[in-house]
Structure formats: C-alpha cells, structure tokens
C-alpha cells in the first residue's frame, strides 16, 4: 500500500464550558462571605449594580425587565442550570485562561501579600508563610495563583484532602497544571507540606534528606505495619538486617508528621453559618440562610434608563446592554445559588432528622450521590454546594460535609456513621477503668453488643484517626497520671 498525506473531514461533538458557566461554578462552590468579596467586585465593574436591600417579594423576581431592549440568553432559569455534567469538565487545556482563571489570579496575586517584615515570626500562618515563598520559585503568575489556590485548601497541619480534578473544575485550569502547581507547594517550606497522605508527607521529607531509596519506600508503604509494631515482616520486606532496620526507624521517627503545626493556625475568623437550622411547628424543622451575610445586589432602574437615554453611538448602546445582561446573570446566579443550597440542605437535614433530635450517635451513612438523586441534582453539583458551606443548629456549627459519613453495619440494618462510631469508641474509652484498660478486640465485642458490627482493624484505625494511643499506651499513661 502507497504512504501519502491525504484530507479527511472529521465530525465530532465536544461540550465547552463558557465563561458563566465556569462563574457559575464558582459561585456553588463559595462561601456566603467569599461571594460577599465577589459582589463587592461585580460592584466596581458595572455601574448598573448597587448594593441594596432585596424583600422576599423582590427575590422572586429579581431582574430588571426593561421593554424593546434585547438582552443575552442568561441560561440559568431553573433548577437544572447550575447541576453541572461531568463530561463538561473533559474540555481542552486551552480553555484554561478564561474568566475563571483570571478571577483565580486576581484572588491569588502576589503581590498582594503583605511583607514579611510587617509581621513577628510567632504570628505567621502556615498559609502566610507558603505563599510568602511562592513568588520566587513559580513559573509564571498564573502557576503561582494556582499554587495560592492550593496552599489555601490545606489543613492547619498542611494536608491537602482536595481531589485535583475538583480544583481543577474550580479554578478553570487543567488536572496537569494542578498537578505541577502542587509540586511546587510540596517543594516550599516546611517540607511535607501539600501532602495528600501521612505516607506521601514522609515521603517527601525522606526525598529532601536523601534518604527515600526502595528499602525506605516499603517502608512508607507500610506504616500500618510499623503503627503494630511487626518489625520482623517488616526486615523481611525491606531486605535489610537489624542495623540498617534500626537506621531507617530512626529517620522515620525524625519525620515531623504534621509540618504545618510548627506555624500559627488560620487567622482567628470566626465561622459565619451560611444555614440556620430552628425546630418549627409540628415537630419539624425551619431552614433558612443566614440573611446576615446573604449578598444583595439590585439593577439601578433610574441610572439605566438615565444611561440609555444620553446614549446615542451603537458602541455604547452595545455596551450598555451588555452591562445589563451580565447584572440580570449574576442576580439570577445569586438567586438560583440560593435555591440550591436551601435544597440541598434540606434534604440533609431530612436525612439526618435523628443527628438534630439526638445527636452524633444518631448520625446515618450518606453519601453525595443519595442527597444528589433525591433532589434530582448531579453528584458534583452537591459536591460544590456543600463545600465551605456551614449549618447552624442548636447543637453547634457544622459543615455541611460533616453530615456526608461513610457507613458500618449495625443491627437494625440500617447501618451507622463512621462519627456516630467514633463518637461511641471515644465515650468507651473515656470511661474505661484505668486498672481495667480495654483492647481493641475488647472494644469491638462491646460494640458488637450496642449493634455496631465492626471489625478489629476498623476500631483501631478509628482510634487512631481520633488520636487515641492504643491499649498499651494508655495504660502507660494513666499510669503515669495517677502516679504524679
């Protein structure tokens, strides 16, 4: 067969996400207080926005109907608009300069950063001192923004529990530019920083010490092993003898597992909820936004109509209109970004009825795709509504995330969340007799007896996760106490 270039016609359909839908996006994603920062924004950008005071009545219908002028297709006028398909989320790596991304940067500037200089040392936040470094070793700005972005979503002992597809979704740029933007993070100071796991943060202060070779590698793979103390499998698998075993224990007891510690924590703002949640009539519940920090923006009629009439070029009329468009979108984004939440939070407050009336031993197992059909959303619609979104109730502020539990079996087969199982592991243990300390095997036969049927290993990666040492460790403790 003859090789040639030859012309082939291809057909292929691709899903693009526009400007406002990526804003959209962002605005499910926000905080109340971050839209607050937004609107501010959108203020100072069109004219035709001021900040109001908006009625119920008013929110119905909250753009500015104006006859005989032609406005753009505002694409969000029901509960579907904003329930994002995944399969937009496949878009070209092109598409990640736009509007979102700008916003990003913006946010993230750099520049923007206050000295270090202005500020004692004892003060400084973990996210304060990261970002102080980001300057200095990104590639371009809009790297930097991203690695902001990123250093943002850490936990105060600088974890990242973020998907990158998520941040990716959320900031407009691609899952490989997230990628190299954590790099950067997880090459900045303290080492460990950025690490998505306590194996991965030990990692990458091994790779700094120069110590991360096969043998140390199994190692971190292993920390279970080594957390139960089954040092001869361990030599096994590593192929070292006692000396060098002995060596690699040692620099992995010199590791700091929580880096981010050795700063100051996130500055002292104090949570606003976005949901206040009330007991109403008839034994049910009242749900509403918190009012206080609802963003209020309105069309000002009398400068629109003012503008159009001393508008007189087709350049400013176009311009105008436009202007009124984007007013009519966002107001409408706002609104419908309201809805939602409202939605979403009342069916998990349907679902967890028994956490309202009884508290975190009466937690169920749900998960974003049950809230996400019963209210016939996307998953990842859900997933965005609920994050840095906060719940008031008269049991405490929570996250909404907070009531999204996995699951362990129990006896009335309706199973039980893993916080209602820690909350009773932690109340067993707290009441234990300091002569009398309970094992894990222990504890998983008193829980078999209340109904939770959970294995051995399931109790003590719970224990762990709530900081509890182990049997041994507690004994050793209390009694040391008493001893004092």
């Not at 406002?20 to 069109?46: D, G, V």
């Not at 902001?148 to 979503?153: P, S």
């Not at 006692?242 to 104090?270: H, Q, T």
Request: hydrophobic share 40%.
């Amino acid at each position: 067969m003859a090789l040639g270039p030859r012309l082939d016609l291809r057909q292929s359909q691709s899903l693009v996400m526009t400007p406002q839908l990526q804003q959209a996006i962002k605005l499910l994603a926000a905080s109340n207080l971050e839209i607050e920062t937004f609107i501010a924004e959108a203020l100072e950008a069109n004219p035709l926005l001021e900040a109001g005071e908006i009625s119920r009545e008013d929110a119905s219908e909250p753009t500015l109907d104006i006859p005989d002028e032609p406005t753009a297709d505002l694409a969000i006028g029901d509960d579907s608009a904003l329930d994002i398909d995944p399969r937009a989320l496949d878009r070209d790596r092109d598409t990640g300069d736009g509007e979102w991304g700008a916003a990003s940067a913006s946010h993230g500037a750099i520049d923007d950063l206050p000295d270090v200089g202005e500020r004692a040392r004892s003060e400084i936040t973990l996210a304060e001192h990261l970002a102080d470094q980001v300057g200095a070793v990104a590639f371009n700005d809009s790297e930097a923004a991203l690695a902001c972005h990123i250093i943002g979503l850490l936990d105060e002992a600088g974890y990242l529990h973020n998907d990158l597809r998520e941040i990716a979704v959320d900031t407009g740029a691609t899952v490989y530019e997230v990628e190299d933007a954590l790099e950067l993070v997880q090459s900045l100071d303290p080492t460990g920083v950025g690490a998505r796991s306590l194996g991965e943060c030990l990692a990458l202060q091994a790779k700094e010490a120069n110590r991360y070779d096969p043998c140390m590698a199994r190692l971190l793979d292993n920390l279970d092993l080594v957390a139960r103390g089954e040092f001869a499998r361990l030599k096994r698998m590593c192929d070292v003898d006692d000396e060098d075993f002995a060596d690699m224990l040692a620099e992995l007891r010199g590791y700091d597992p929580k880096p981010g510690l050795a700063y100051g924590g996130s500055p002292a703002n104090v949570v606003v909820p976005d949901i206040l949640v009330t007991p109403g009539e008839k034994d049910g519940w009242d749900i509403a936004l918190n009012e206080a920090t609802l963003p209020r923006l309105i069309i000002n009629r009398e400068y629109y109509v003012e503008l159009r009439e001393g508008s007189t070029g087709k350049e400013a009329q176009s311009w105008l209109r436009e202007k009124l468009a984007d007013a009519n979108w966002l107001i409408k984004a706002l609104d419908q970004r309201q809805k939602t939440i409202l939605k979403t939070a009342a069916e998990i407050v349907k679902r967890q009825d028994g956490f309202f009336r009884r508290g975190v031993s009466e937690l169920r197992p749900l998960t974003l795709r049950e809230v996400a059909e019963e209210i016939e959303m996307h998953e990842s619609t859900v997933s965005r509504v609920t994050s840095n979104k906060y719940l008031h109730c008269e049991r405490g502020t929570f996250e909404l995330k907070y009531f999204f539990t996995s699951g362990v079996g129990s006896s009335d087969g309706e199973g039980a969340s893993s916080e209602a199982v820690k909350a009773r592991i932690k109340a067993l243990i707290d009441a234990e007799d300091p002569k009398k300390i309970l094992s894990d095997d222990t504890l998983v036969e008193m829980l078999k007896d209340e109904g939770f049927d959970l294995a051995r290993r399931t109790v003590a990666k719970y224990r762990e996760a709530m900081g509890i040492g182990s049997s041994v460790q507690r004994r050793r403790q209390k009694k040391l106490a008493a001893g004092g």
